[in-house]
Nanobody, 130 residues
Framework: QLQLVESGGGLVQPGGSLRLSCAAS????????IGWFRQAPGKEREGVSC????????NYADAVKGRFTIFRDNAKNTVYLQMNSLKPEDTAVYYC???????????????????????WGQGTQVTVSS
């Protein structure tokens, strides 16, 4: 059974950076596409970014393009989300999710919706405030 644990959240000032990690245990991440989602208080959970199982395809929500970068290190069984130029509207709980049957071409076209993923982490809080 795959288990995901997010870390790296915290309080940061506007314009600052954070790197979130999504560490997997119980199975290798090699065959899973990974998505990052976020949920702010009173709002729906929304997709932020995704990466294909091979790591060769990535995609981003318009709100974070040019500021966030997703990448994976399969040797460490971990996927990362580098977040730069953070804004107060980035404040949310961030979740990673793993999907086993998501082809690379799907990730290239658009990030799959939340119901396409099979496993979820518990989330890490990101607060952007001065």
């Amino acid at each position: 059974q795959l288990q995901l644990v997010e870390s790296g959240g915290g309080l940061v000032q506007p314009g600052g950076s954070l790197r979130l990690s999504c560490a997997a245990s119980g199975s290798t991440l090699d065959y899973y596409a990974i998505g990052w989602f976020r949920q702010a208080p009173g709002k729906e959970r929304e997709g932020v970014s995704c990466i294909s199982a091979s790591g060769g395809r990535t995609n981003y929500a318009d709100a974070v393009k040019g500021r966030f970068t997703i990448f994976r290190d399969n040797a460490k069984n971990t996927v990362y989300l580098q977040m730069n130029s953070l804004k107060p509207e980035d404040t949310a709980v961030y979740y990673c999710a793993a999907g086993e049957r998501i082809p690379d071409f799907i990730v290239e076209a658009m990030c799959p919706g939340r119901y396409e993923y099979d496993y979820w982490g518990q989330g890490t809080q990101v607060t952007v405030s001065s």
